[in-house]
């Protein structure tokens, strides 16, 4: 199989939502020498936007979702050491988090991922995260950023009430603010008075390095 016939069937297993068969194509992507990044990007985020999109028009159902969610997760898995620690340099701490009442938590981990690679330290506060815990843990761990992910439309307010109560507590000189998800764009970040945005891991790890040095 030729590199690009395997990063083509791993999105497809994706689209099947075929765990075992993500690992075992993951690997074969690994052992050809293709890049861990390029695996992500180029094979296993394309089939699971291709999941979304069959669900967005009816053709898949929740199970399809989860399955979905479960086989990229696999593969990002077996990647995950491929990714880490390849930095000598100390860049800042990073508080991560998805807000409330969101469970997606696949970009943010990666996003998480690639800080790490680069040098940054990441505390990760998980999916659900309301308000008031990103505020505790501020206070507590005082990091450089932080990066709040959000993919759904009804969710994406939370990213604002965050900064809101930032304002309130008189935090919000003391830490940046970097926000992401599917449904986010420059703009979104303009309204609500993000430090940061950014539409994918590669592009939060040079947003992130900018807050800090600009800090
Ligand atoms: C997988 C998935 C799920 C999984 C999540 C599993 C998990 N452990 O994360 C499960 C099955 C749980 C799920 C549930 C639901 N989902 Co869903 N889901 C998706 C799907 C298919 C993929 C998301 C994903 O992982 N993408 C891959 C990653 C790599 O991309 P990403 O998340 O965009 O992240 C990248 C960037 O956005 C950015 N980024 C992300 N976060 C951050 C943070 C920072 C700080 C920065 C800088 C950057 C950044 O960098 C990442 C890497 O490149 C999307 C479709 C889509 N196109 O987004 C629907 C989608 C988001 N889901 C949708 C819906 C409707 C739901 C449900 C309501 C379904 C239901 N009826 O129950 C529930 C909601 C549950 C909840 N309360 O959260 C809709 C949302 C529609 C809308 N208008 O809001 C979508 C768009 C599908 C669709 N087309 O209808 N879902």
Known sequence: MSREEILTRLTEAVIEGDDSLVVELTQKAVDAGVEPLVIINDALTKGIRIVGEYFGSGQYFLPDLLLGAKAMDAGVKLLEPLLVGTSREF??????????????????????????????????????????????????????????????????????????????EGLRDQVKVMIGGAPINQAWADKIGADGYAEDAITAVEICKKLVAAS
């Open 91 to 168: 860049h800042g701490r990073v508080l991560m988090g998805t807000v409330q009442g969101d469970l997606h938590e696949i970009g943010k981990n990666i996003v998480g991922m690639m800080l790490k690679t680069s040098g940054f330290e990441v505390v990760d506060l998980g999916v659900d995260v309301p308000a008031g815990k990103f505020i505790e843990k501020i206070k507590e761990l005082k990091p450089n950023v932080i990066g709040i992910s959000a993919l759904l439309t009804t969710t994406i307010g939370r990213q604002k009430e965050i900064i809101e109560v930032l304002t309130e």
